[in-house]
């Protein structure tokens, strides 16, 4: 039990007393409270300057603030999953276990924090609804003009009469999502074999004798889900009931593959997660968590962390290549606009560029840095650069090439982060490739012209010894001296070792540190 507060007009009363040069006993006397209690308020003036107690620490919190984020991760969506499964989910992940009344605790108080976007979301849907049945609404047409005249007439005649017909016409709140008897045909996409029936001209109309083409028709339709902000399924189910309206056959995609590739949209990017403390590529568990099924993992079946989990993506390069070549295709072939110290007028490269023609250069550099700097994650990325490009045109960022990206809090294993990218690069290497230019086709070859990055980014990919280290020079094999002056490795000038280090050296080093390794494993 602690100690029971005195009164703040009680201690400011005890430091007037004192003030007066009544000492601390006659004090303690006067307001009937401990001499302990006197001294303390006095000391507690003279720090702070006020009589107020201080702010206490409290019982340290059982679940932070990315617990939290998870658990609500969990119960979104499952508003009837009772509290003692979302404790057993929360506890496998954790690292020290909760009770079902912490978690209890914590829904109730987030429940109130979102009620207010709940409410806004049902009137941005209740009002979506609302426009979506006025659109889909079964209004008869077959009324002649002189029929609706008439009806317009008999409505001014008497209110009931209004309010009756009002009632009758005005369309009911049915779910969309009702039965309705659909056949999916050739181009529903529905079937892994029916892709190739996708590859159909944009340019033909929609139907046999329609003046619209499918293609303006998709990009009518996603541009008023766009602006209606219409979900997935609402938008494939509306899709279908505007396909059973259409005179049959007709070419209208009902799903989002075929939609894409109406539009010619293809995603260029591939992300893979893996297992931050083996590597292995992570499978996916309930509510979108990610687990890993190494058997030697110490995180086996385990619902991972963000921060547990190494996020990969590559991209394609081809295709960024040729975004890159068409977007500068005015600054292509201008010898002008490069300086004479430019690596275009190495040796290396010109030898190279006489031997073929339409060549790309890639120059490759790689370096890392902290997502934010409260959070341990960090980012490594992989860019590229094209030497045809004069600089400064050369670095812009819209003129960078992303060759890939890896984003945890444990640095990249180079053979894991570079795997994808560098049999990416062979191919197009060995095959060579062709990209468009204003409707005009241009075979090119790719090539690579060097490796740059900073010493420890250096060390790390090329899997030497750091820029600190003994034998860190990666020209010669000379060996550095510890200075205890300076506190750091330093390398003469009268006692180097100017062997060049070759490739063959290279290789049997590593072979010679990977059996010291596997020595000292148990």
């Not at 995180?299 to 068409?326: C, F, G, P, W, Y």
């Not at 490759?364 to 860019?383: E, R, Y």
């Not at 230019?437 to 090329?462: H, M, W």
Request: hydrophobic share 35%; aromatic share 8%; with cysteine.
């Amino acid at each position: 039990m602690g100690k029971k507060p005195i009164d703040r007009f009680i201690r400011a009363w005890a430091v007037a007393l004192y003030n007066a040069d009544f000492n601390q006993v006659d004090i303690s006397k006067e307001l009937k409270i401990s001499r302990c209690c006197v001294q303390n308020a006095i000391k507690k003036f003279k720090n702070h300057g006020h009589y107020n107690d201080t702010k206490r620490s409290g019982h340290p919190k059982k679940v932070t603030g990315y617990d939290i984020r998870y658990l609500k991760k969990l119960v979104h969506g499952n508003g009837r999953v009772s509290a003692g499964k979302i404790t057993s989910e929360l506890n496998i992940s954790f690292p020290k276990p909760v009770s079902v009344v912490t978690v209890r605790r914590k829904m109730l108080r987030f429940k109130a924090s979102v009620s207010k976007k709940t409410k806004a979301r049902r009137l941005q849907r209740r009002q979506q609804r609302e426009i979506l049945n006025h659109l889909l609404g079964n209004y008869d047409t077959s009324e002649s003009d002189d029929e609706i005249n008439v009806g317009r007439n008999d409505y001014n005649q008497s209110p009931e009469c209004e309010s009756r017909t009002l009632s009758l016409n005005t369309t009911s709140c049915l779910p969309l999502h009702e039965l309705m008897n659909y056949e999916n045909d050739e181009f529903d996409n529905v079937h892994s074999f029916n892709d190739h029936l996708l590859d159909i001209d944009n340019g033909t109309p929609l139907f046999n004798g329609s003046l619209i083409t499918v293609k303006k028709a998709v990009r009518q339709l996603c541009s008023f889900f766009t602006d209606f902000n219409i979900n997935k399924r609402t938008a494939v189910h509306l899709l279908r009931i505007i396909k059973t309206l259409l005179p049959k056959p007709n070419r209208l995609p009902t799903s989002w593959k075929a939609i894409m590739k109406v539009l010619g949209h293809v995603s260029t990017s591939r992300t893979t997660f893996l297992c931050s403390s083996c590597f292995h590529r992570c499978e996916k568990g309930r509510y979108g968590s990610k687990l890993c099924q190494n058997e030697r993992c110490s995180l086996k079946n385990r619902t991972m962390k963000t921060i547990d989990i190494v996020e990969l993506v590559h991209l394609d390069i081809r295709s960024q290549i040729q975004a890159i070549l068409v977007r500068n295709q005015l600054l292509l072939n201008r010898k002008d606009l490069y300086p004479m110290t430019d690596v275009c007028f190495g040796e290396y490269y010109q030898s190279q560029s006489s031997t073929t023609t339409n060549r790309i250069t890639l120059i490759v550099h790689t370096d890392g840095a902290p997502l934010v700097k409260l959070s341990k994650q960090s980012i490594w990325s992989c860019f590229a650069s094209l030497v045809e490009l004069p600089p400064p045109a050369r670095d812009y960022h819209k003129n960078t090439v992303i060759l890939s990206l890896w984003t945890s809090k444990v640095k990249p294993d180079p053979d894991t982060f570079l795997h994808e990218t560098i049999e990416e690069l062979k191919l197009l290497i060995n095959n060579g490739t062709s990209i468009f230019i204003n409707g005009q086709e241009y075979e090119i070859t790719l090539r690579t012209q060097y490796f740059v990055s900073d010493l420890p980014a250096k060390a790390l990919f090329c899997k030497t010894m750091n820029f600190n280290g003994y034998s860190a020079c990666s020209e010669y094999c000379s060996t550095g001296e510890w200075s205890a002056e300076n506190n750091i490795v330093v390398y003469p000038f009268t006692r180097n070792n100017l062997t060049p280090r070759t490739h063959s050296a290279y290789l049997d080093a590593a072979k010679e540190a990977q059996k010291d390794q596997l020595r000292e494993r148990p």
